[in-house]
């Protein structure tokens, strides 16, 4: 596609139930990350993939949450039993890890946990 | 560890002013800083890119700058439109090629 694609753009869940949120990059884009952003907050990264691997974990705030990508494109963040606190705008970078680094985001993941 | 620091934090200013808005980073050992701006409830778009090497950059009514050495980046708007209203961040990113972001700086041009 032309740009980052998240899904869904609004989710609504319980709390103490599993959510998957979905993030592709712009094809090619070997980096990718994943922030946070709280109403009112600046942005918060959590973690960052080159390839499949994850150099970088630890911006995860706790163990309920992972994430992971395949075939060097397509990631997914989970977040186990959802707590109040979880609820954010979840946004996706990706970049081509040239000498350049431009950060391509995302529209973003509301997420909110009642 | 860097830290972004954008001042003001918040900007009221009539349609028509020219603007400045400041970045600040504490390691000068970057790749490149990055503008970007946010609409409410929106991702982040970027609007210029500077990289290390370079001094400046501009496009349309914006204008960027990078002093490397003191750590500091401006952001130039040019004749002020209402739909320039948004949140402006900025980012830095240097050896662990995880972007620093600064807290924004939330931007309302009334007409």
């Known amino acids: 596609g032309a740009g980052v694609s998240q899904s869904p753009s609004n989710k609504v869940t319980e709390k103490g139930k599993d959510v998957e949120l979905r993030c592709d990059p712009i094809s090619g884009h070997t980096a990718l990350y994943w922030y946070r952003q709280s109403l009112g907050q600046g942005l918060e990264f959590l973690i960052y993939f080159q390839g499949n691997s994850a150099p970088d974990k630890s911006g995860l705030p706790s163990d309920r949450f992972s994430a992971e990508r395949t075939g060097g494109s397509v990631s997914t963040l989970t977040i186990q039993r959802t707590q109040q606190e979880d609820s954010a705008v979840y946004l996706c970078a990706s970049n081509a890890r040239d000498r350049v680094y431009e950060q391509y985001f995302g529209p973003g993941t509301r997420l909110t946990v009642t | 560890k860097q830290e972004v620091t954008q001042i003001p934090a918040a900007l009221s200013v009539p349609e028509g002013e020219n603007l400045v808005l400041n970045c600040s980073f504490t390691?000068?050992?970057?790749?490149?800083l990055q503008w970007f701006r946010q609409d409410p409830g929106k991702g982040l778009t970027s609007l210029l890119l500077?990289?290390?090497?370079?001094r400046e950059q501009t496009s349309g009514r914006l204008n960027a700058s990078l002093d490397k050495s003191s750590g500091r980046s401006t952001l130039y708007i040019a004749a002020s439109q209402p739909g320039d209203s948004a949140t402006y961040l900025c980012?830095?990113?240097?050896?662990?090629?995880?972007?620093?972001f600064g807290r924004g700086t939330s931007l309302i041009v009334h007409p």
């Open positions: 980012a830095v990113v240097g050896g662990s090629y995880i972007p620093t």
């Open positions: 500077i990289q290390s090497s370079q």
């Open positions: 390691d000068s050992a970057i790749y490149n």
